[in-house]
């Protein structure tokens, strides 16, 4: 910006080149005329040009061709400074944003289809990306914009996010139909004696949250078959003896292939829930929920009005 100019000459710079009046460009600014010619000096001074002249019929000015000239770059400054200061607004009915969300294939699963029907009604033109996370870099890329929200155990989560609950789901044992065992309530010893498939995705490939919850209880299951994915279980987890301690709604996706706990998970997808004949031993409860975090930001992108989910 030249030497001198500021906001005041911007705007009545603009103001005579609107008016191509002296007393009516400042009538516009709510100033004085002497004011407004006291403005259109130091324009000059700035510009080293007239800028404006006396109109031939006496009544006016009329803008030189270096006013002119300003004209369209003095529009896209102040257009730019316009929507420098106006709030930030989100409205999902017109929005073409992509939205990034980190977490891992059970929630995905949980979460997917109900989220996708619902952008589908309320914000058609906005696009989803699901994304692993890893949590050793997501706190960075959280700070850096490149991931808008993690979905995922609460308890990972960073200090300075903030969240809420978005559902809480309860294991169930499942096994393929047809299962050699049949169909009896198994007993913690029973539970224990069966062959098992743990799905774990960090720390020892060979424990989970159900063999913590069996060591408190001085028991220890027989984990044959290890896997990093809910997504790959049904189909590993569908041998003759193998059983699975899985939540709720990875078992309700796999109805055709196994038979499960007839209670029913606390998730989205419990409506569809299976009524199955295998019941997970009463003494051994194991359950979990999941939040959505958001990086706190202390200049907020936007107003942003969610889309509802509820």
């Known amino acids: ?67 002119l000239a300003l004209r369209p770059m003095l529009d896209d400054v102040l257009s730019g400074l316009a929507e420098l200061v106006a709030p930030a607004t989100f409205d999902p009915r017109t929005s073409q944003r992509t939205f990034v969300v980190a977490l891992h294939e059970n929630p995905a699963l949980m979460l997917g289809s109900d989220l996708i029907n619902r952008l589908r009604a309320q914000a058609p033109q906005v696009r989803i990306r699901f994304a692993l996370p890893d949590m050793q870099v997501l706190p960075g890329q959280m700070e850096r914009g490149e991931v808008d929200v993690f979905v995922g155990l609460s308890d990972v989560a960073e200090h300075g996010w903030v969240g809420r609950r978005l559902f809480s789901d309860t294991f169930l044992t499942a096994q393929r139909k047809g299962h050699p065992r049949g169909g009896r309530k198994p007993s913690l ?29 001085g028991r220890r ?74 990086r706190r930001r202390v200049r907020p992108r936007a107003a942003e009005r969610p889309v509802s989910f509820s």
């Open 1 to 67: 910006m030249p030497s001198g100019l500021d906001m005041d000459l911007l705007l009545t710079l603009d103001a005579l080149l609107v008016e191509q009046n002296i007393t009516h460009a400042a009538q516009r600014l709510g100033i004085s005329q002497p004011a407004m010619s006291a403005r259109l000096g130091r324009l000059r001074q700035v510009f080293d040009d007239r800028l404006f002249v006396a109109a031939p019929s006496g009544r006016g000015v009329v803008p030189t061709p270096r006013a």
């Open 189 to 217: 010893p029973a539970f224990c004696a069966a062959a098992h498939l743990v799905v774990s995705s960090a720390g020892d490939p060979f424990s989970g949250v159900v063999d913590t919850a069996l060591a408190k209880l």
């Open 221 to 294: 299951r027989q984990v044959v078959m290890s896997t990093e994915s809910y997504a790959t279980a049904p189909a590993l987890a569908a041998t003759p003896t193998c059983c699975a301690r899985c939540p709720g709604a990875c078992c309700s996706a796999s109805v055709p292939r196994w038979t499960c706990s007839h209670r029913r998970s606390r998730c989205p997808s419990s409506r569809s829930a299976p009524t199955g004949i295998l019941a997970a031993a009463r003494t051994l409860p194991v359950s979990g929920s999941a939040s959505c975090c958001s």
